[in-house]
């Protein structure tokens, strides 16, 4: 079946501009991650969709940024008033919501601020 | 707080040579710990999970808990097993990832 899939792959913006980051999960299942990827800093947890519960915000760096998750499928992260320190890859992960079931990732967006 | 350490960002070694790949954590209860891996051009994926106490492409994780490490262990490396490694600890809901070593397998 198809995996997570995640558009654009690739976003270049000018500093200050708002950007949208989408993922798609895969079908069913019902936990969905976020985080970013910058060089040689690992993979940084930014929030955390389970089903119909509230979601964990608690690791968005700041009120620039927020997420959504629509219909408990498709997520759209958006950061506002973009920084040149938020270039970055952005990965997804979805899991079937059972504790500490395998993530499995998208492809990542990868987002240069000019 | 949970942290996890992967002190090696790069580490070289020849086809046929062990290899392994250390990681360190910081954590009060049972951890959960894993392995991802992320190969060239393609999508980061579980690697293997302690709890399995499996063998994946030949790959072994133990985790010692008076240590407090959960190292990546392989016998003989392959080229093929260049690529991104990452340790990560499970804890109420989240995961928590190291900054990964890079594995280059020298022909």
């Known amino acids: 079946g198809a995996g997570v899939s995640q558009s654009p792959s690739n976003k270049v913006t000018e500093k200050g501009k708002d950007v949208e980051l989408r993922c798609d999960p895969i079908?069913?299942?019902?936990?969905l991650y976020w985080y970013r990827q910058s060089l040689g800093q690992g993979l940084e947890f930014l929030i955390y969709?389970?089903?119909?519960?509230?979601?964990?915000k608690s690791g968005l760096p700041s009120d620039r940024f927020s997420a959504e998750r629509t219909g408990g499928s498709v997520s759209t992260l958006t950061i506002q008033r973009t920084q040149q320190e938020d270039s970055a890859v952005y990965l997804c992960?979805?899991?079937?919501?059972?504790?500490?079931?395998?993530?499995?990732f998208g492809p990542g967006t990868r987002l240069t601020v000019l | 707080a949970q942290r996890v350490t992967q002190p090696e960002k790069l580490l070289s070694v020849f086809k046929g040579a062990p290899v392994e790949l250390k990681c360190n954590y910081s954590?009060?209860?049972?951890?959960?710990l894993f392995w991802y891996v992320q190969y060239s051009r393609q999508r980061l994926q579980l690697l293997l999970r302690?709890?399995s106490r499996e063998s994946i492409k030949g790959f072994t994780a133990d985790l010692n808990k008076g240590e407090t490490s959960f190292h990546l262990k392989k016998p003989f490396a392959q080229e093929e097993d260049s690529a991104m490694y990452y340790c990560?600890?499970?804890?109420?809901?989240?995961?928590?990832f190291g900054s990964g070593t890079k594995l280059n397998v020298k022909p």
């Open positions: 992960a979805s899991t079937s919501g059972l504790e500490s079931d395998t993530q499995y």
């Open positions: 079908s069913g299942h019902t936990a």
């Open positions: 969709f389970q089903g119909n519960s509230a979601p964990d």
């Open positions: 954590y009060s209860g049972s951890p959960e």
């Open positions: 302690h709890i």
């Open positions: 990560a600890l499970y804890n109420f809901n989240k995961f928590y």
